[in-house]
């Protein structure tokens, strides 16, 4: 396991800046802002490392990134209030082991349905997604 130099999740930067902004690391895990934000509080968590699949993990490595893939899910029930939290794993084109968080609501954008992947309506100011980003770092590091 290591990087991938082509990978937004492993290099960062401009590559992840594309659609997603790097809260924190976790144990074995980033956990990424997705821009779009149709779904308040919709997030990404990556694995640490550059794997395709849950199937390239050992027990231990899998049991930690689910861990933290709860730790996430847990912060954005407790700051966002979903009804449900979508998760949806995909990575046809990244390769790289990720899921999408996407705090879903009753009475908002696409209850009843799959989330699309990038419905490009909402996007915040900077300084929206800098409060998000510290209130969910805030509670995922504290």
């Not at 990424?32 to 231990?60: M, N, W």
């Not at 696409?110 to 509670?139: C, H």
Request: net charge negative; glycine share 12%.
């Amino acid at each position: 396991m290591g990087k991938d130099a082509n990978c937004g999740y492993c290099v960062e930067g401009d590559l992840l800046g594309a659609f997603g902004i790097k809260i924190c690391d976790l144990e074995h895990s980033i956990v990424v802002l997705f821009k779009e934000q149709s779904h308040p509080g919709r997030l990404i968590v990556a694995y640490r490392d550059h794997v395709r699949d849950v199937t390239a993990l050992s027990e231990g490595e899998r049991n930690g990134f689910f861990a933290d893939l709860a730790k996430v899910a847990r912060v954005q029930e407790k700051l966002f209030n979903p009804d449900k939290i979508n998760i949806g794993a995909y990575g046809d084109t990244s390769g790289h082991l990720h899921f999408h968080l996407v705090p879903k609501y009753k009475d908002q954008f696409e209850w009843t349905q799959v989330f699309a992947m990038n419905p490009g309506k909402v996007f915040l100011s900077d300084g929206e997604y800098e409060d998000m980003i510290g209130r969910i770092g805030g509670e995922l590091l504290g």
